[in-house]
């Protein structure tokens, strides 16, 4: 009766462990996360796959480094430069571009810089470096401050010269749009967290739709020569289910306020 007790249990305990998903680690931006659509493209892969994907919310800049340091299977991400040179200095196997949204601008409802009647987005920027109104900067490296260091070199100007109206918080995409709330200022953010986002306060979209505003994002691999205890075979079945018919659908049909705030555009 005690063998028998015994290997009743052991059958029991091996179901088990059969039932326990295999574990991936992916590394994603705040923004993909704060967006919404993280809630519900992820727990759908992870159903169809049977895999427990763990979700690291951060900016781009750390989620490279946490690829650098084998830390994750994978990153998804969006700083076209970062990637390339990830894939270049071999930690990365490649980037594979999954969708992309778009930046805005938003701010006061008056609009102390008059931004809002602008025919171009460096014109914004030019208004804003001079307008002496308060900005918020992600200030953490990830792709959204990078996006606007970016809009700011092309202008040739520091936004530090700003002073201290120029408010570098080293945080999330809703941390960061929080404080902007707090402080009526000026902020870049992705149209799709601005619209998800529950505290908009005295804000508004006050410029969209240059191209310039463009906001790709892709998903990268990292290299197992690199680092031997990554999730390869498991990352690919990831990144197939993502260029899939079933991901283009959940994708293009996320909608926030009516609107489609992703675009799939993997090939």
């Known amino acids: 009766m005690i063998i028998a007790a015994l290997f009743g249990l052991a059958l029991i305990l091996l179901e088990a462990n059969s039932a326990i998903a295999e574990q991936v680690k992916l590394a994603v931006t705040s923004s993909f996360h704060n967006s919404g659509l993280s809630d519900h493209l992820i727990p759908q892969a992870e159903a169809d796959l049977a895999l427990d994907i763990q979700l690291l919310v951060v900016g781009t800049g750390q ?26 200095s071999g930690f990365a196997k490649y980037r594979r571009e999954i969708m992309f949204n778009e930046y805005v601008i938003v701010g006061p409802a008056s609009d102390p810089a008059k931004i809002a009647s602008v025919g171009n987005l460096l014109e914004v920027f030019n208004r804003l470096s001079k307008a002496k109104v308060n900005f918020v900067s992600r200030g953490d490296s ?97 990144e197939e289910w993502l260029i899939s018919e079933k991901a283009k659908n959940i994708i293009n049909s996320y909608l926030i306020e009516n609107t489609q705030v992703f675009t799939f555009n993997a090939n």
């Not at 490279?64 to 076209?80: C, E, F, T």
């Not at 995409?173 to 619209?195: E, H």
């Open 63 to 88: 989620a490279i480094k946490l690829g650098k340091n084998g830390d994750v299977d994978a990153i998804l991400v969006h700083s076209k430069p970062d990637e390339e040179e990830l894939v270049k």
């Open 142 to 238: 990830s792709g959204t401050h990078k996006k606007e260091i970016e809009l700011w070199s092309k202008i040739t100007f520091n936004p530090e010269d700003i002073g201290p109206q120029y408010i570098s918080v080293g945080s999330g995409m809703g941390k960061a749009i929080n404080i902007a709330v707090a402080f009526d200022a000026y902020i870049l953010t992705d149209k799709a967290t601005w619209l998800n986002h529950k505290n908009k306060g005295n804000l508004a979209i006050q410029y969209e739709g240059d191209q310039l505003l463009y906001n790709q994002y892709s998903f990268l691999p990292i290299n197992k020569n690199m680092h031997s205890h990554v999730e390869s075979k498991l990352v690919e079945k990831i």
